[in-house]
């Protein structure tokens, strides 16, 4: 089973190093949308979308100008998920499922993208989000996204088996056990992360359970800006803190798993091997050429 990682459009909030803890203070900060694209036998899987070829090219019918301003998306085609499949050698078609963290507009709008996918999600998420019950879930949860509705396949958290310690949802429709979803809700309502065995390490991709790497360390820090924003966007304040603390916990107990967030630069890099701001692909075409 291999693994791609895909930076599918950062996002340049506001406030600088205190957004990500390196950019000079009078710049936006910069952050990933850290999604992955996985090749298995019989199919690719796409871990999150980040943002899709419409909201490229109609971001303000698409997303709302709240966010437009805040975090200021940085809108380039060739960086969708669906250019960086094409870039690696295959076509949209051929990504059959969609692992979605949660409904969030920079994690769904890629959804329009891949038609063929059946889209595979926690059912309190779902639920939640369609409620639009207030201001921020109606910026933030954006129906112009979800014309793949009709292919969402949705799961009970708390009834599958455990999973170094944590809730899992295994036996996903069509995917092979090596896949789940692992609530780890706070962040929204049904926020999941996603746990991939390749064999030799797990790789978890923890979504928006926590923003900045050192988050994860035995002392955790995090930019005061991101602590604002994660405030901000937070459905269960103690449901967030709980799962971060058991997060950092699992990632200091030597167990074989790799633990990664979807907007830490540092951590994408590390894990793709490239600047985040260059597409899969880029550094093998440049040695092509």
């Known amino acids: 089973m291999r693994i791609h990682h895909l930076n599918c459009i950062s996002t340049c909030p506001l406030g600088g ?17 850290h999604c992955l694209l996985v090749e298995t036998a019989d199919c690719l899987v796409l871990v999150d979308t980040g943002l899709g070829l419409r909201d490229v090219a109609h971001p303000r019918t698409r997303l709302s100008a709240f966010f437009l301003a805040l975090v200021r998306p940085e809108f380039r085609a060739e960086m969708t998920a669906a250019r ?7 076509r949209p078609s051929d990504v059959r499922h969609i692992l979605l963290s949660h409904l969030d ?7 329009d993208d891949f038609p063929q996918a059946t889209v595979h999600m926690l059912a309190r998420e779902r639920e939640h989000a369609q409620l639009q019950r207030s201001w921020l879930d109606r910026q933030r949860f954006r129906p112009q996204q979800w014309s793949s509705r009709d292919r969402w396949r949705t799961y009970a958290a708390g009834h599958g088996e455990r999973w170094m310690g944590f809730d899992a949802v295994r036996d996903l429709a069509g995917l092979p056990p090596e896949l789940l979803l692992v609530p780890l809700p706070g962040h929204t309502h049904g926020h999941a992360g ?28 995090c930019p005061p800006g991101l602590r604002a924003y994660q405030w901000m966007m937070e459905l269960d304040r103690d449901a ?3 799962n971060q603390q058991r997060l950092r916990a699992l990632r200091h107990s030597g167990a074989d798993v790799d633990i990664f967030c979807s907007h830490d630069v540092e951590e994408f890099e590390r894990r793709s091997g490239r600047p985040a701001r260059l597409p899969a692909g880029a550094l093998a075409a440049g040695a092509r050429h």
């Open 17 to 33: 190093r205190l957004m990500d803890g390196r950019t000079p203070d009078l710049a936006r900060g910069h952050l990933t949308c």
């Open 84 to 90: 960086q499949v094409q870039r690696l050698g295959f």
């Open 105 to 111: 507009f920079d994690h769904a709008g890629g959804l």
């Open 194 to 221: 996603i746990a991939i065995d390749t064999g030799s390490r797990w790789q978890l991709l923890a979504a928006d359970a926590y923003f900045h790497a050192r988050e994860m360390d035995v002392r955790p820090h």
């Open 240 to 242: 967030r803190l709980r």
